[in-house]
């Protein structure tokens, strides 16, 4: 069975930082792109960051550029989000997801697989 498992979040103080993870089962991992979305109370889905199945090309909103980092272990079929700064407005969801076609980056229709989402909150 296909399985995109985060590890938890938490509640950090603004300025903080935390480190997310997603282990991926059921598919191949090394050759899946994989993405990190976020999503408010109310809020639509958003794109937070896109690694390359190789690492090669990372992407990121203006939102999280300079603050975020996205990384893969593929030997452990992983992918982290370093979040660094965090501000109250990065309070949300987050899911990691998996796509095996190439296209927009940002565009969360063409990513198959998706994690079962963890709460960040951060406090002013």
């Known amino acids: 069975q296909v399985q995109l498992a985060e590890s938890a979040g938490g509640l950090v103080q603004a300025g903080g930082s935390l480190r997310l993870s997603c282990t991926a089962s059921g598919f191949t991992f090394s050759t899946y792109d994989m993405g990190w979305f976020r999503q408010a109370p109310g809020k639509e889905r958003e794109f937070v960051a896109f690694i390359r199945f190789n690492s090669l090309t990372l992407y990121y909103p203006d939102s999280v550029k300079g603050r975020f980092t996205i990384s893969r272990d593929n030997a452990k079929n992983t992918v982290y989000l370093e979040m660094n700064s965090l501000k109250p407005e990065d309070t949300a969801v987050y899911y990691c997801?998996?796509?095996?076609?190439?296209?927009?980056?940002?565009?969360?229709?063409?990513?198959?697989?998706w994690g079962q989402g963890t709460q960040v909150t951060v406090s002013s």
């Open positions: 997801a998996a796509r095996a076609t190439s296209g927009d980056w940002n565009a969360a229709g063409l990513y198959a697989y």
